[in-house]
Nanobody, 115 residues
Framework: QVQLVESGGDLVQPGGSLRLSCSVS????????MGWYRQVPGNTREFVAQ???????DYGDSVKGRFTISRNVARTMVYLQMNSLTPDDTAVYYC?????????WGQGTQVTVSS
């Protein structure tokens, strides 16, 4: 069983930076890919970034060049470094892990970009 716990969400000013963390427990090593989605209330979830077990990284068009996904060697932590934040980045950010045919989700962490 995989459990995901996000942290790092906060209120930040436009142009600022923030790093989100996702703690992975359970069958972490079995995850073939891990990443982040985000959601604004009333909207569908938007893909943000993903990193596969083979270290391939993919990003959503709206965050390319500004966000960076990474993980620790043990694959028990996944990070999302967010730079040049704008109010459009305001959302709840969810960590996920693909374990076989199952997608496990965290509870989300709120990021608010506002002056």
């Amino acid at each position: 069983q995989v459990q995901l716990v996000e942290s790092g969400g906060d209120l930040v000013q436009p142009g600022g930076s923030l790093r989100l963390s996702c703690s992975v427990s359970g069958s972490a090593l079995s995850a073939k890919a891990m990443g982040w989605y985000r959601q604004v209330p009333g909207n569908t979830r938007e893909f943000v970034a993903q990193m596969t077990a083979g270290s391939q990284k993919d990003y959503g068009d709206s965050v390319k060049g500004r966000f960076t996904i990474s993980r620790n060697v043990a694959r028990t932590m996944v990070y999302l470094q967010m730079n040049s934040l704008t109010p459009d980045d305001t959302a709840v950010y969810y960590c996920y892990a693909k374990v076989g045919s199952i997608v496990i989700w965290g509870q989300g962490t709120q990021v608010t970009v506002s002056s």
